[in-house]
């Protein structure tokens, strides 16, 4: 295997809405030794029956296009798409950040929260629930500084993502799908 | 019980009729079965004729709907392991999909060894798993397990049927992935209620839904394949396995275009077959057992055209020292063969029949011509390496060599319709350096899992397709001793299947490895307590026969042809010291091969990270 450097990649994957097609997934993972760094999904089309899987992974170039070799194997994948290799795109993920304090603190905490743009997602005696939606990287920094602030319980979607101008993922349909199906 | 399947016969006609005479749509009168009937007819309509399982508890039903008709042939395995591998033996040697019908839990986990198997060498396998009914599932009830779950990394896909009505659906997608694009396992989950109600039934699709493996290649690839082709000086076709899933068709236009260009063509384990071995293009075997003329021109080709093969560990050895000066093309059927261990110049998707069409084509149109000087000069230094005569032995003495009763086997069978299965060890890698496989599907052993225990049933799957053929196990005695009870399934169904132990007394590859790399400390390889496998034959109600002397071994081969309606075992005495070369040691490029034991500084030899490897 080469010795080439390891590099972050997000792959969008269309998949039947079915039971234990998320386990496949996971267990290709797992059972081939590639790194999960985030993974979410949830049905974007009720009618087709498609969920989206974005999933964030690391990996020298080779192992990256296994992934998505092994990926593209599986009975229930439709499609996958290598954001990263596709182009420009948009990665976001929400974070919930419960904070109790002081008065002094959660007026810190709310300063913070309007520089990052979080809003509050619910006030309930003490304790203070921000919500921000941003880049894994504005949210990391969000999080480090809230940290002071009284910070007690924190919790993370993984990362959603869109390739940004007209590039589209949808099911191939059988016009402009080039592969052939046996008899 | 004849009366009530015609009537099942014209409910479903009457379903299939749909429009009426003034071509006024009439609503299909939907037939009720129940789901043990609909797998019935749906391997009916899959054309399938043989079937090998075990019953239990949870798939009953199915049994009862088997007993109640004369289409299918269900052949009573002694262990699930052995369902799958004789289902396997009957895909590989027919072309056909193996069907494999289990109960629930013990039935579902003794499959999985043979799913895993047929996984790693892409033989297209259904099996039916009976399961717990549907309200009990997750239950820890009786013999229950999370078979869809075990069986996920194992299969190429899996189903747990839940409703009846989605049941023949799903029986013929299941058909359809285990055959089409790269072949494998099918594990289909069944409920006992779901066997117990009753819906509908729906004939057989033509496509998936979704699912749409590459068949035909891109043209544009292809093209530049046979320009890099013709351009070549020392070419080398490598071919493997996927020439044989890709079926007889596609060996014929291997062979016509190996015939064309005079290039020559060496193979995989798992393709031998695809190509004459007799024929002089032929080098041989290539991989850690492989033939030294092999070895030695793919690591100095510098065109390397792999048909279905997957530069598998065994076969490419170091992976930064493989062919180093060689353009690669890659015709692969499964896109993640591609670049997954060796980078590759040239890589085309598509099935090995439809790439080898095309290129044929092209060639042929654009009136492509080889480098015949430079080709005479590589076929001259290919001669040179099989001057060195890697694969020779001396049969001296009163001890029987392994690779000489393997000689007189093959010499003995020519002109035989013969199928071979193997086991897993020495006795294996001799059987594929002795023996001569001319055409494809006579040659079944466990590839890529190395499945000891595979052989007896593998060859008994093979009887069952070819009644009149002569089907041989090579087989060694550590090896034959995990399936052994197939014996009795044998007997049952009076299966001529021959049994060529090649007895050393040893795991042999395990002592060879323990001698060459672990200072010969022989750690568990040596089974003291061996049984006698002529008495063993008999009590099982077969034939043995036993060779000592290099004399006895005609004579057991020629005895054991007479044996007609029931398994015989020979058992051959050979030499325990003999060990398998040429050997590439783990770590190792192809042009560090081992010759014989003379130059055996395998101790030395392999070092550090080789040490490691398997």
């Known amino acids: 295997m080469t010795e080439d450097a390891s590099s972050r990649h997000c792959f969008a994957v269309l998949v039947d809405n079915e039971p234990g097609v998320l386990a496949r997934v996971i267990g290709l993972f797992a059972g081939r030794g590639y790194n999960i760094q985030s993974l979410t999904v949830d049905e974007v089309d009720a009618s087709a029956n498609l969920s989206r899987i974005t999933i964030v992974t690391t990996g020298a170039p080779m192992v990256i296009e296994q992934i998505k070799a092994q990926l593209g194997r599986l009975v229930p994948v439709r499609r996958v798409v290598n954001l990263t290799e596709q182009g420009k795109y948009v990665e976001h993920c929400t974070a919930l950040v419960k904070v109790i304090g002081t008065a002094d603190k959660l007026k810190e905490a709310q300063q913070l929260a309007d520089q990052f743009g979080a809003r509050i997602a619910d006030k309930t005696g003490n304790a203070t629930i921000f919500e921000l939606t941003a880049t894994t990287h504005q949210i990391d920094s969000f999080i480090h500084k809230i940290k002071t602030c009284g910070l007690v319980e924190l919790v993370r979607t993984g990362s959603i993502a869109m390739s940004c101008g007209e590039f589209i993922i949808d099911v191939p349909t059988q016009d402009t799908n080039q592969r052939q199906a046996e008899g | ?614």
């Not at chain 2, 109960?103 to 895993?116: C, D, E, F, K």
């Open chain 2, 1 to 614: 019980m004849a009366g009530a399947m015609q009537a099942q016969k014209q409910n479903l006609m009457r379903e299939e009729s749909k429009t009426s005479g003034q071509g006024k749509t009439v609503v299909p009168v939907p037939a009720a079965m129940s789901g043990a009937e609909i797998v019935i007819q749906a391997l009916r309509d899959q054309g399938v004729s043989t079937i090998f399982g075990y019953p239990g508890g949870a798939v009953l039903p199915i049994y009862d709907a088997l007993f109640r008709q004369n289409s299918i042939q269900h052949v009573l395995v002694r262990h699930e392991q052995g369902a799958v591998h004789a289902a396997e033996g009957y895909a590989r040697s027919s072309g056909k999909v193996g069907v494999v019908l289990v109960t629930s839990g013990p039935g579902a986990t003794n499959a999985v060894t043979g799913l895993t198997d047929a996984l790693m060498d892409s033989i297209p396998i259904v099996c039916f798993t009976g399961q717990v009914p549907t309200h009990l599932i997750g239950n820890d009830a009786f013999q229950e397990c999370d078979t869809t779950g075990i069986t996920r990394p194992c299969t190429k896909h899996n189903y747990l049927v839940k409703d009846v009505n989605q049941l023949a659906r799903v029986i013929h997608e299941a058909f359809l992935v285990a055959r089409t694009g790269r072949p494998g396992p099918v594990v289909i989950d069944l409920p006992k209620d779901v066997q117990f109600a009753e819906g509908t039934y729906q004939g057989p699709k033509q496509q998936h839904p979704t699912y749409r493996p590459q068949i035909v290649p891109d043209r544009a690839a292809v093209e530049k394949a046979v320009e890099l082709i013709a351009s070549a000086e020392r070419p080398i076709f490598y071919t493997g396995g996927g020439m044989i899933n890709a079926g007889p068709q596609a060996c014929v236009l291997l062979k016509e275009f190996v015939q064309l260009t005079g290039f020559p063509c060496t193979s995989t384990l798992m393709g031998l077959g695809a190509y004459p071995m007799s024929d002089n293009h032929f080098l041989g075997m290539l991989g850690m057992h492989g033939t030294y003329e092999a070895n030695l021109a793919m690591h100095g080709c510098d065109v390397m055209i792999n048909i279905g093969a997957r530069f598998d560990d065994r076969v490419t050895g170091k992976l930064s020292g493989f062919s180093p000066n060689s353009k690669k093309i890659h015709v692969d059927i499964d896109p993640s063969s591609i670049n997954k261990s060796i980078r590759v110049d040239l890589p085309i998707i598509g099935n090995a029949d439809k790439v080898l069409e095309m290129m044929l084509e092209i060639w042929r149109a654009r009136g492509y011509k080889v480098k015949a000087e430079a080709l005479k000069r590589w076929w001259q230094q290919i001669d040179k390496w099989r001057g060195r005569n890697c694969l020779s032995y001396k049969q001296t003495g009163s001890i029987i060599k392994p690779q000489y009763a393997l000689e007189r086997l093959r010499e003995l069978t020519k002109g035989k319709e013969t199928f071979i299965t193997t086991e897993v060890g020495q006795h294996q890698m001799w059987a594929a350096q002795f023996l001569r496989f001319e055409k494809p599907n006579h040659w079944m052993t466990s590839g890529g899992l190395g499945t000891m225990g595979y052989g007896l049933p593998a060859a008994i799957g093979t009887q069952m397709a070819h009644p009149d053929a002569l089907v041989i196990d090579v087989a060694g005695e550590a090896s034959i001793l995990m399936n052994i009870q197939e014996m009795s399934t044998a007997v049952q169904y009076r299966l001529p299947v021959k049994v060529f132990i090649l007895n050393n007394q040893w795991m042999g590859m395990v002592r060879q490895w323990q001698e060459m790399l672990h200072g010969g400390r022989y750690s568990q390889s040596y089974t003291e307590a061996l049984p006698d496998f002529v008495k063993l034959a008999e009590a099982f109600g077969g034939v043995g026969f036993r060779a000592e002397k290099p004399d006895d071994v005609d004579k057991v081969i020629l005895e054991m042809f007479k044996v007609k309606d029931r398994p015989t075992i020979v058992d051959v005495s050979v030499d325990p010291k003999e060990n398998c070369f040429p050997m590439i040691p783990s770590g190792k490029n192809h042009n560090e091969i081992i010759l014989g034991p003379e130059e055996n500084q395998m101790g030395q030899a392999i070092e550090g990270d080789g040490m490691v490897l398997v």
